[in-house]
């Protein structure tokens, strides 16, 4: 098959690092800080070329020591700089929580709006690659807690090279998560993409029957489902949050009004998750058009086992949507 | 529990304390007036919280007010501050004016933080003053990033972060030092060295209690200087902002003090003595000064009263103030939450 000659082919890692490199082509105040960065190119080789590009100031190795990186970022956004921060994972941002939480959040609100941060930390996220308990974390549901901060969860390539910049250009602290099993993605963007919106969530498929709403890597599972469902006969629409906060309700209010059913698909564990907080928006915008309770497929609540079985079993699966949908028709 | 020792006020023996700096009338009652009106205004708080005027916590620095007056001495107005809880002085010092914080602690929306603060969170952005922070070893790392921004911008200005001994035992110091020393940014770091953290004596949670002597490890430039003498503070402060400000690199001052009233309105004191109190209160910043430029001739009882009336006014102003001042509508709850503009 001919491809279209206006579109690229690259992986989301690529689309990540042309939208940090498009960054700091447009904005001299822009600079990428963080663990490994540089010289190693990145720990998901993300940022590979990019010292070698824009030299070691602009692309700033870091020592071990999450919390005072972080902070720095914070201080650097309040001193004129717009620093793009990348924290290896999620897993280390607990490192730097205190940062995060108790000063990117609050510092806006405590300065009675005198000091906003326009900062963007970056890091990925999720489980899938056994590599056990303390490397599987997805905390972005959590973070998505805050208020404060703004919470985006790109899964796909338009949005991992678009949103970026988006992110930069907003006077608040900004955290993007990305999902490390995306970085390998490959698929075809317009060689001329650009900044996407990042507050408003978007239908990836839309359907009539069931609503799926779901965000980061479990958007794939969901649209595999839909497919398998759709030779069923069930048409899912599948709606991609995108942001976690702020939560775009209205446009899940208005699929699950129109297709009178939810499914909340989710890596976060369920006890206190973003999917509980969607689940009770629908109760609260939505109640009187269900025709069945909400669902909610979650990560099983265990710290992620090593096993790939066991960590397989304790993921969101495909399967276990298109299960708990024809559950839900035929009741 | 009682306490095992008396900490003595001697361990300023082998640092430096001049007063032997020349030092001009003018000069002389202006730091002296700083010092001054931190006093009272502590007083004055205190008094208020008692009245349940202030709520919250309230950390007074009476017994400190030679660090935060001899430092600010050393930054110029486009220079930053980073400060901590106990940051009353270092308002004042820097020029925010006493109404605005007096205000914020009555939690008025005229206070310098529109009431969201409170006495732990003052905030100005005009005098660069970023934040009281209430986390102990919190605001290293954004003083970190303040002076990171001035250098990659190629601004010739000092970031000033203060913080307590305790912060010392924090990760955040640690990282911090390091990270400033490594990117050679203009940070001055000062330690005001009170003794404890809470009622946790210096000596209970560090293994090496010459604090200047962590700087050492990190290849920071440091010093430690006698935290009750204002003359001694402001000659050390402005030679280390120099070198900081020349990009040379971080500085690390310890200034050593002791705070003469309770950590906070809570405390109940069971971990010192009245007598070690006693002892450190015959170092008095302000007592000792006093007593120094009477013998130079430099003030008079005259000049005093004077100086007092002027405080007096000025405080009294600042309650006024804060009386009159308004309640922030309940409706702007949700405000600075998130900026009330985009793009940037
Ligand atoms: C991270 C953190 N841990 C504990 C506290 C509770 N706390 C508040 S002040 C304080 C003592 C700090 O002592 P120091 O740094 O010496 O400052 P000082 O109060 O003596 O000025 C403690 C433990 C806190 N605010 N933050
Ligand atoms: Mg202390």
């Keep these: ?331 | 529990m009682s306490p095992e020792t008396i900490i003595k006020p001697t361990n300023t023996e082998t640092i430096s304390s001049q007063r032997i700096v020349s030092i001009s009338r003018e000069r002389a009652l202006h730091l002296l007036y700083q010092m001054i009106r931190i006093r009272r205004f502590e007083a004055k708080s205190a008094e208020l919280y008692g009245a349940m005027k202030i709520r919250g916590f309230l950390h007074l620095y009476d017994g400190e007010e030679a660090v935060a007056v001899g430092v600010m001495e050393a930054l110029r107005p486009e220079d930053a501050v980073v400060a901590t809880y106990r940051e009353h002085g270092h308002a004042l010092a820097r020029g925010i004016p006493a109404s605005a914080i007096m205000a914020e602690m009555y939690g008025k929306q005229e206070g310098c933080s529109r009431g969201r603060g409170g006495s732990m969170h003052l905030f100005d952005a005009k005098t660069r003053f970023y934040g009281g922070n209430a986390i102990v070893g919190g605001g290293l790392p954004l003083a970190v990033g303040l002076a990171l921004a001035d250098k990659m911008q190629g601004k010739r200005r000092v970031t000033c972060c203060f913080f307590g001994d305790g912060a010392v035992a924090e990760g955040e110091f640690h990282e911090s030092m390091n990270l400033a020393a490594l990117w050679q940014l203009p940070v001055l770091f000062i330690c005001e060295n009170n003794l404890y953290a809470m009622g946790t004596a210096l000596r209970l949670s560090q293994s090496v209690t010459d604090l200047a002597k962590k700087a050492a490890g990190y290849a920071v430039a440091a010093e430690a200087v006698d935290g009750m003498d204002v003359l001694a503070v402001e000659v050390a402060a402005k030679k280390a902002a120099e070198i900081v400000r020349a990009g040379e690199g971080p500085y690390f001052l310890e200034c050593r003090t002791y705070r003469f009233r309770g950590h906070s309105a809570f405390d109940t004191e069971l971990y010192r003595t009245k007598a070690e109190v006693e002892e450190w209160k015959e170092r008095d910043p302000i007592k000792t000064f006093i007593e120094h430029l009477k013998n130079q001739g430099l003030v008079s009882e005259m000049d005093l009263n004077e100086l007092e009336r002027k405080v007096a006014d000025e405080i009294k102003e600042a309650v006024d103030f804060a009386e009159a001042g308004t309640w922030e509508p309940v409706e702007d709850l949700t405000r600075f939450v998130y900026s009330e503009w985009r793009g940037v």
């Design chain 1, 1 to 331: 098959m001919k491809e279209n000659p206006q579109m690229i082919r690259l992986t989301y890692r690529e689309a990540v690092r042309e939208a940090i490199r498009e960054a700091l082509r447009k904005d001299d105040r822009v600079f990428l800080m963080g663990e490994d960065v540089g010289r190693y190119g990145g720990c998901f080789a993300v940022s590979k070329g990019l010292l070698q590009e824009f030299g070691p100031e602009r692309i700033r190795d870091t020592p071990l020591s999450e919390s005072a990186f972080v902070g720095a970022g914070i201080g650097a956004a309040m001193g004129g700089m717009r620093p793009i921060v990348e924290i290896m994972t999620v897993n280390f941002s607990l490192l730097a929580a205190d940062q995060i939480l108790n000063n990117a959040a609050t510092i806006l609100h405590m300065s009675g709006g005198q000091f906003n941060i326009p900062l963007v930390i970056r890091m990925a996220t999720g489980g899938g690659r056994q590599v056990a308990a303390q490397h599987s974390h997805s905390l972005e549901g959590w973070y998505a807690h805050i208020p404060g901060i703004k919470v985006l969860t790109p899964a796909t390539l338009e949005d991992a090279r678009g949103m970026l910049w988006t992110a930069l250009e907003d006077p608040d602290p900004v955290l993007i998560f990305e999902n490390s099993n995306l970085y390998n993605m490959e698929g075809q963007l317009p060689a001329d993409a650009g900044p996407v919106d990042i507050d408003r969530a978007r239908v990836r498929r839309p359907g009539s029957d069931v609503t799926i709403i779901t965000y980061s890597a479990s958007l794939f599972k969901a649209l595999d489902a839909a497919e398998i469902l759709a030779r069923e006969g069930i048409d899912a629409e599948v709606i991609d949050l995108r942001t976690l906060r702020p939560l775009d309700q209205e446009t899940f209010l208005a699929s699950v009004t129109k297709t009178h059913r939810a499914v909340i698909v989710d890596e976060g564990w369920r006890s206190g998750s973003i999917s509980a907080e969607i689940a009770a928006r629908i109760m609260e915008g939505a109640f009187y058009e269900l025709d069945a309770p909400v669902e909610r497929i979650c990560s099983v609540e265990v710290p992620m086992p090593y096993a790939k079985h066991l960590e397989q079993a304790a993921l969101p699966q495909t399967e276990t949507i298109v299960t708990t949908i024809k559950r839900m028709m035929h009741s």
